[in-house]
């Protein structure tokens, strides 16, 4: 079985962090850009943080496209 990578959070975890998070809701008449999901943005965050990169140079197979639109 393969070892998960220490930025990966498993849905126990999740459950427990999502408590903590305010809910955002959309405005309706002028919603911006839409949000990246927040527990994909955590993950991010834990993998900055774990390797030490900085956050415009994110695989982009972690989904967050260019670092300079995030």
Do not use: N
Request: charged fraction near 25%; proline fraction near 9%.
């Amino acid at each position: 079985m393969a070892r998960p990578k220490p930025w990966d959070v498993d849905d126990e975890l999740w459950a427990v962090i999502e408590l903590f998070l305010p809910k955002v809701e959309r405005r309706a008449r002028h919603p911006g850009r839409k949000r990246h999901p927040d527990r994909l943005v955590f993950q991010g965050i834990l993998f900055v943080l774990h390797t030490g990169i900085s956050w415009e140079h994110l695989p982009q197979e972690l989904g967050f496209g260019s670092g300079m639109t995030c």
